[in-house]
């Protein structure tokens, strides 16, 4: 093994320790807004407020999409340190091909981690909205 390599290894692991923990925080804050807006809707809620509640959702889906892309790019760095295709220089520079990386917006989309997450947050809200309008709630 090459002098370093374990270290360098290590210190590429550690931002993306970082950012699934991060993720993880953004889906409990988006599931707990949802819960309580759900729960809210049976008293008396203005629905203008009902309506703001998409807005912190869709801001932590998009905060979401972004440090998975950060992640994707630093576990394409380790990969290539790992094979021995990048020098052990101890730079976290990740600026890559985002292609070559599968860590375009597309591909972190794609990922179960946000679309079986977050489109049933939205459709939750989009149900207790209507529902709302309707007046069956």
């Known amino acids: 093994m ?4 374990a270290e360098y290894l290590q210190m590429i692991q550690e931002p993306i320790c970082r950012m699934s923990t991060i993720s993880a925080i953004f889906k409990g ?3 707990t807004i949802v819960a309580g807006i759900a729960t809210l809707t ?24 972004y440090y998975l892309q950060l992640e994707k790019k630093y576990r394409f760095l380790y990969e290539q340190v790992r094979k021995d295709t990048h020098d052990v220089d101890f730079s ?12 375009r917006i597309r591909d972190c989309i ?14 939750i809200l989009i149900v207790v909205f209507v529902f709302r309008l309707k007046g069956v709630i």
């Open 110 to 123: 794609k990922s179960p981690s946000i679309w079986l997450f977050y489109p049933a947050m939205i459709i």
């Open 42 to 65: 049976y008293e008396d809620i203005n629905t203008w407020i009902l309506l703001l509640s998409f807005i912190p959702v869709i801001s932590f889906a998009v905060l979401d999409l």
């Open 29 to 31: 804050f988006a599931a």
């Open 2 to 5: 090459k002098e370093g390599k």
């Open 92 to 103: 976290m520079d990740i600026h890559c091909d985002t292609k070559i990386a599968k860590a």
